[in-house]
């Protein structure tokens, strides 16, 4: 059974261009989410999503971030016109259902670095 | 979720039993603890939770204590591969299952 996928593993992205970071989570996980964590710093929630659906965005920034978890395919998480202050690295985890007694698995993550 | 506290960095003898305390002590009845961890700047890796009782996994133990406001991870034999930031979360209902992470404990494991 394959662990959470991201890819991809390293993106540089020139100030101003789009970044497009993919998440499959594990098999039978129809639960993603979505975390960040700046250069030395913690992790911090972002998004959770079920398939097609948004369900929390609290941890999302307002303005140029999106995601998407569509019926068949991996999730996307879409940043538009990076800034250096996007660069960080970006996780996705997998569960099999949201509820407080399932764990979630975390991909490797992709280093986003802005130039 | 309730919050909680856990050292800043810890020491632990190769081969060592490490022992990872976390307080918790506004954690409500049907609030889970969860451990991960995060090796350098890997994806962060499920250890082990509870609820109320003591668990025991291939990884490690979770000690729980009676009024549930303090737990302990305990890595009984621990490695230079477990050098590692450990996070201590509670997790209840209601909250879409996202995980709220601290500042955690980074483990030094010395040879």
């Known amino acids: 059974n394959a662990g959470v996928m991201q890819n991809p593993r390293h993106l540089v992205r020139r100030r101003g261009q789009e970044a497009r970071l993919r998440c499959s989570p594990m098999?039978?996980?129809?639960?993603v989410y979505w975390y960040r964590q700046l250069p030395e710093e913690g992790l911090k929630f972002m998004v959770y999503?079920?398939?097609?659906?948004?369900?929390?965005e609290s941890g999302m920034p307002k303005e140029r971030f999106s995601a998407e978890f569509p019926k068949e395919g991996p999730s996307i998480l879409r940043i538009q016109q990076v800034v250096r202050g996007d660069s960080a690295a970006y996780f996705c985890?997998?569960?099999?259902?949201?509820?407080?007694?399932?764990?979630?698995?975390f991909g490797p993550g992709t280093r986003l670095t802005v130039t | 979720d309730a919050k909680t506290t856990q050292p800043p960095s810890m020491d632990c003898a190769e081969g060592r039993a490490a022992n990872l305390p976390c307080n918790h002590s506004t954690i409500s009845g049907n609030e889970y603890v969860y451990w991960y961890r995060q090796i350098h700047s890997q994806g962060p890796q499920y250890i082990i939770h509870?609820?109320?009782n003591n668990e025991t996994n291939e990884m490690a133990s979770l000690i729980i204590t009676e009024d549930r406001k303090s737990s302990t991870l305990i890595l009984p034999h621990a490695t230079l591969r477990d050098t590692a930031v450990y996070y201590c979360?509670?997790?209840?209902?209601?909250?879409?299952?996202?995980?709220?992470f601290g500042q955690g404990t980074t483990l030094q494991v010395k040879p």
């Open positions: 985890a997998s569960s099999p259902r949201p509820t407080s007694d399932y764990e979630q698995y």
């Open positions: 979360i509670v997790r209840g209902p209601g909250n879409t299952g996202k995980l709220i």
């Open positions: 098999k039978g996980h129809s639960h």
């Open positions: 509870g609820l109320k």
């Open positions: 999503l079920q398939k097609e659906n948004i369900i929390d």
